[in-house]
């Protein structure tokens, strides 16, 4: 049941990610964080998927641990864009509270698995 939740928010994460990249390269006319943003956003979803065609159960566990190292990056630069103005605060928490649900879950599964 966690990896069927896990590759649907992992997905709608990435759809938001894409359209943040979008927002920031148009509106706001950042260029470098935004592509940081759009890999390691876009990457936990690509790893998940990875991870669920694993062959191995040492596959599986390194592609999940690939999915969360890339939410932690994300956070990271979440929590860049807001300090530097580039999102508000509204938008920050928004999305913020969906990676660190990404981050929890993914936790939480690799966990389960040592």
């Not at 649907?8 to 390269?25: G, M, Q, T």
């Not at 062959?55 to 630069?77: G, Q, T």
Request: proline content about 0%.
């Amino acid at each position: 049941m966690g990896k069927i939740i896990v590759r649907e928010k992992s997905f709608e994460f990435a759809v938001r990610i894409v359209n943040l990249s979008i927002y920031l390269r148009e509106i706001k006319k950042e260029f470098v964080i935004s592509k940081q943003i759009l890999r390691s956003g876009t990457s936990i979803g690509a790893n998940v998927e990875e991870a669920s065609g694993g062959i191995s159960k040492a596959d599986f566990k390194n592609k999940l641990s690939i999915a969360y190292k890339e939410a932690r990056e994300s956070h990271f630069w979440l929590k860049l864009l807001h300090r530097t103005k580039y999102i508000d605060l509204k938008l920050f928490q928004s999305l913020e509270f969906d990676c660190i649900e990404l981050k929890k879950i993914l936790y939480t599964i690799l966990k389960s698995l040592t």
